[in-house]
């Protein structure tokens, strides 16, 4: 009996910390799971080694992270926190909590807390992470490395997960192959054609930075769901410090999508399978898998590599853009030879996606010394033209996704004179050009060399 007390201790603490809040998206479980996955894994966990499941005193999953749990053992006796080897999982506290990580861990990053004591003054507590499919565990520590030896919240615990070297490895790798999965999703259900994928998965980021669509997406109807997307879109883009007529040019391609039918009205062969239909489908998907980036670790670098790998996947479809887009490594190799720096204005007549100018503000930002030198480069360094409005938008929203550097961006022609004497008064100097091909000799006044010759007459 005297276990719970401390079991109750440890309630009272999760209550103070706000873990049975209404409407938190956390999930806790007492000594117990109907959690599928959990009790496949736990099958053969039992503590005494006769085969039968066996469960910890707490299992906190929660839909932020469905790939995430925190598990407690709890012991009343502190003499009974930890053995020397930590092999006696039926007698403490450590034993026993590690031995149901390391069962979990198989297909979750567990983070495995041990609670020993029958008093709130005298409780004892460790930490330990489990990262996913790892072999071993870690004690948990603050950002300044210091072991954390206490309860806390869960936003300070999944946030210190986050940052762990080798979770964050591992949900970068999950990342990029998420965008092959998500590709594959669109392609066979949402029956989007293949210029507007691109639009489809920017759009949804762009609308996810949008709070209040977060927060409310997951309850419309798949009828409501387009108008509430392109909304949300709309209010980020009002947030950006560029003209409107440029943000009226973005949000133009997104509102097509907007209309799409099969989202509007998916496939009635799909409804078992995504019974609110497939848009929200491809929302939550991104949502749970690409926003922690975003959310917790604040990293639009990593959400634009995902996103640039999804472009990879569009891109090797032949029919898809109708252009050839540039390699990272190749406009990684620009930015080398070129040696661009923060003092160094950049020009892309052909913009594309923006992956020269993505490739050469990550050059300049690392070798930038200060916020105001930053803010400069983001604000006054990159200039691209793009006369597609599809891939005008895409461009842009690559640029937002990565933090800044839209404010310079033009849709239109690259021969227009008017953009010629805009981009004329930045003073760029360092081009980075791949542009289109002619595809036959009517294309003559499309040749290469002509555009050549309209990025010597803006510079």
């Not at 949900?171 to 054609?193: C, G, M, N």
């Not at 690409?290 to 790998?309: A, K, L, M, R, T």
């Not at 310079?408 to 760029?428: E, R, T, Y």
Request: proline content about 4%.
């Amino acid at each position: 009996m005297a276990e719970r007390i401390t079991e109750n201790l440890v309630r009272d603490a999760l209550r103070e910390f706000g873990y049975y809040g209404p409407d938190n998206g956390i999930s806790i479980e007492e000594q117990k799971s109907e959690i599928a996955r959990i009790k496949g894994l736990l099958s053969k966990a039992s503590k005494n080694t006769k085969g039968n499941k066996g469960y910890p005193e707490f299992i906190i999953s929660n839909k932020k992270d469905t790939n995430f749990l925190i598990v407690f053992e709890c012991k009343p006796d502190v003499k009974k926190h930890e053995s020397p080897n930590r092999d006696k999982a039926v007698e403490y506290a450590v034993d026993g909590v590690i031995h149901y990580a390391k069962h979990l861990s198989k297909e979750y990053t567990v983070l495995a807390v041990a609670v020993s004591g029958t008093t709130k003054g005298s409780l004892k507590v460790s930490n330990f992470l489990y990262p996913c499919g790892s072999t071993d565990y870690k004690n948990l520590v603050n950002e300044a490395g210091v072991v954390v030896e206490s309860l806390i919240s869960f936003e300070d615990y999944y946030r210190l997960v986050s940052f762990d070297p080798e979770v964050e490895k591992k949900r970068h790798s999950d990342l990029l192959a998420f965008s092959r999965e998500l590709h594959e999703l669109i392609w066979t259900k949402a029956k989007v054609s293949e210029e507007d994928k691109p639009l489809l998965v920017s759009g949804t980021l762009i609308a996810l930075m949008n709070a209040a669509f977060v927060k409310t997406f997951s309850a419309l109807s798949p009828e409501d769901m387009q108008d509430a997307w392109l909304g949300a879109i709309k209010k980020e883009l009002n947030k950006a410090e560029i003209p409107q007529a440029k943000k009226d040019n973005m949000l133009q391609p997104y509102s097509a999508i907007a209309v799409h039918p099969n989202l509007a009205k998916p496939d009635s062969k799909l409804s078992k399978e995504y019974p609110d239909g497939v848009f929200k489908e491809i929302i939550s998907r991104i949502n749970n898998n690409v926003w922690p980036f975003i959310s917790i670790y604040h990293n639009f670098d990593v959400v634009g590599q995902f996103y640039g790998e999804f472009l990879k996947y569009t891109a090797g479809d032949k029919k898809a853009l109708g252009i050839v887009l540039t390699p990272r490594h190749v406009a990684e190799l620009f930015s080398l030879t070129t040696d661009v720096g923060p003092k160094d204005k950049v020009l892309d007549i052909c913009a594309g996606t923006g992956g020269f100018l993505i490739s050469a503000v990550q050059h300049m930002l690392k070798k930038s010394v200060s916020d105001e030198e930053r803010q400069d480069i983001k604000r006054n360094r990159l200039i691209g033209i793009e006369n597609s409005p599809k891939m005008f938008a895409l461009a842009a929203s690559n640029m937002i996704l990565r933090g800044d550097g839209k404010a310079n961006l033009h849709q239109g022609s690259c021969f227009d004179d008017a953009i010629i004497k805009s981009v004329k008064d930045m003073l760029p100097n360092i081009g980075m050009l791949n542009p289109p091909y002619a595809q036959s000799k009517s294309d003559a006044e499309l040749h290469e060399l002509y555009f050549y010759e309209a990025y010597v007459g803006c510079a």
